[in-house]
């Protein structure tokens, strides 16, 4: 097991050290100068070179580099040209709207798959199969901004049940800080939904087929007995892994959604750094969203090995 999670830190590093030189580098070549966006378009070349020379960005790329991650590693993600803050406070702001929203999402994605994955195994062949695979492969090809635009149309705008964007903060209280992010929630969660409901009926389909699940129905069990007692413990495995996998993208991939809702997570904070060529909170947020996904999917890979010794030893 140590040898396991050794060769997995070790990939993790080398996949942080190459994150970290990409992103530089595709922050970097984003045409404009930031100087002279703060400054207007008819600012003198002196104040431009003055900003630039107290922004710290006249000196060399690697330079620039080495100092952005070596302050990360020592916590520092550094100054916003645009806000004037440490990006670490701008960070912990927007981590209170992006954290709920993922585990919102996550919630309720798994909160329908499991069923509908479970009656569309239970029901293999038969209509209401056809019917839920139909449905899930509908909601893995549409986008979701567009279940986003469509559930703003039906409950903000016909019903108003909800508001269209904007988020009310949890000052306001938990009731209103959850009805901010439930549409929101709901347009993420319904993609993800379809994915683990195709994989939970995938993997209980599968292990409907071994030899202990045959056993239990020379028993007398019946195909939805079984199902319940025997295999739905063990088709978790696969289950889990891809929860853990989702995770990690709706930490990171709520980019769109949080800027159709107004929502002020990351992914909204992302966006007003590339307009405002705010280079440091691009790539500071970036990295840390990278960290996240490259740190989720290892710890997956880890409680992986534990349920699975083959893992552990490399076969």
Known sequence: MIRFAASRLLSLTLSLIMASVVVFAVVEVIPGDPAAYMLGLNADPDAVNALRDELGLNGTLWSRYFGWVSGMLAGD?????TYRVPVSELIAQRLWVSLPLTFLSLLISTLIAFPVGLIAAARRGKPSDYAIMGVTQLGI???????AMLLVLVFAVNLQWFNAGGFAGWENGLFAGLKSLFLPAIAL????????????????????TQDYIRTARAKGLTRAQAL????????????????????????????IIENVFYLPGLGRLIFQGITQRDLVVVESVVMLLVFSVILITFLVDLAYAAVDPRLRSGR
């Open 77 to 81: 993600f550094g100054q916003s040209y």
């Open 141 to 147: 090809a549409v986008p979701n901004f567009w279940f």
């Open 189 to 208: 969660a319904l993609p993800q939904a379809s994915i683990l409901a195709r994989v939970m009926r995938s993997s209980l389909l599968e292990t409907l």
């Open 228 to 255: 319940r007692r025997h295999a739905l413990r063990n088709a978790l495995i696969p289950v889990l892994t891809i929860i853990g996998l989702q995770f990690s993208f709706l930490i990171a991939g709520a980019v």
